[in-house]
């Protein structure tokens, strides 16, 4: 059943809550959670004349939807078509994987290139977003260094220009939520600290930044690392490097490809043992090829080979983002850590909307939040996905 109604319920479902987990209902009412009820299936029934519309949950999860943060393309599209009709095909995609919210992420390129991403983000906002939302913009690049360029395109990499940052912000206030840089480049540190003062989160990432460049930076403001293991510089016994920081600094969020492929399981578990348990973020990097078959594709006009599940430069074999969804991650953790499905999905959802601001309106399943919500089953399949109570995603039934 489609809902669309701007009241509905759904009950006898397992409510993945940011303290436990309960069955029982949830009521929206105009786009917004109205009650969370913590009994059985009669109960909900009773209180069933509240909503027009209600739906089984059959015994499956219902959690927040997930945000992400670092997210290319996906569908056969890249954000850096700067079009809508690639924005709906990466939003509608990515929806029915269970996110509800996502940042549009750019690539190392010309500045034109950048703003067009820019003009076309901001225009899509103006109007309803029929599937995920964009909450903005993540600029990966093009301030990185020259050593871990990753599948960024080198003949575009700079120094920090942050007179571009503030001519973007001027011009498109609240549509740049995060950029992501290396903290060790000239002009970095006064570019970390304009945009603090901004409210933009500043990330390390693609750097060769040693332990002390990375310290410095947090002190100017820095509070993320992007895909923490790769394109950075590693962890050595007496120069703890970018790793090092990150993993120690309680101030910087880490970012996690949680595939398999970008880190190991075990790696995995490292940063979640380091870390307090709001500063991790589960991302995707996901391409365009993410959910699609294996071939040639393209990531900021070069060449990616994708086979067995793996996305790599077609010339140096580097890993170029990946084909991970949100829902993959969540099963992933779920597999490979002792994690509970209330701590995985602050790692999905509740600390991605902390670090952008967002966490008094989504992110968890609270009374009065909007009801970003996606049910996924048994099996950890998303069965239906939700938007400020509208449906955007619903599973062909059998």
Request: aromatic fraction near 6%; include cysteine.
């Amino acid at each position: 059943m489609t809902l669309n109604s701007a009241n509905w319920f759904i009950h006898n479902v397992n409510i993945v809550l940011e303290d436990g987990i309960v069955n029982g209902s949830v009521f929206v009412q105009d786009g917004k959670i109205a009650k969370i009820v913590a009994q059985d299936d009669n109960v909900a029934a009773n209180e069933a004349s509240d909503a027009q519309l209600s739906i089984d949950g059959k015994g499956g999860w219902l959690l927040p939807g997930f945000i992400d943060v670092h997210v290319h393309g996906g569908f056969g599209a890249d954000f850096m078509d700067a079009s809508r009709e690639s924005f709906d095909t990466i939003t509608k995609f990515h929806a029915s994987q269970g996110t509800t919210g996502m940042l549009a992420t750019t690539m190392t390129a010309p500045k034109e290139a950048i703003e067009d991403v820019l003009h076309a983000v901001a225009d899509y906002r103006s109007s309803e977003m029929p599937y995920a939302a964009l909450y903005g913009v993540h600029l990966e690049g093009p301030f990185i260094s020259e050593a871990w360029p990753g599948a960024q395109n080198p003949a575009y990499i700079k120094t920090p220009q942050l007179e571009w940052m503030q001519q973007w912000h001027a011009k498109w206030p609240d549509l740049l939520r995060q950029l992501t840089l290396a903290p060790e480049k000239s002009g970095a540190i006064e570019t970390i600290a304009w945009l603090a003062e901004q409210g933009i989160v500043t990330a390390c990432g693609h750097t060769d930044a040693v332990y002390e460049e990375v310290i410095a930076a947090a002190d100017a403001g820095l509070t993320q690392a992007v895909h923490t293991y790769n394109a950075m510089r590693g962890l050595h016994h007496r120069e703890p490097g970018t790793l090092g920081a990150v993993l120690t600094d309680d101030r910087i969020v880490a970012e996690l490809i949680a595939d398999g492929i970008h880190v190991h399981p075990a790696a995995i578990r490292l940063v979640l043992a380091a870390k307090p348990s709001d500063k991790v973020i589960l991302i995707t990097d996901a391409m365009a090829a993410a959910g699609m078959p294996e071939g040639e594709y393209s990531l900021g006009g070069l060449a990616v080979i994708v086979k067995n599940g793996e996305a790599r430069l077609k010339d140096g074999n580097a890993l170029a983002g990946s084909c991970l969804t949100m829902i993959g991650a969540v099963r992933f953790i779920h597999e490979h850590t002792n994690l509970s499905l209330s701590e995985i999905s602050r790692l999905a959802s509740g600390n991605a909307a902390k670090q952008l601001g967002i966490s008094d309106r989504t992110g968890t399943i609270t009374g009065g939040k909007q009801a970003d919500l996606v049910w996924i089953d048994s099996q950890m399949q998303v069965q239906q996905t939700w938007a400020q109570g509208r449906s955007i995603y619903e599973a062909k039934q059998a």
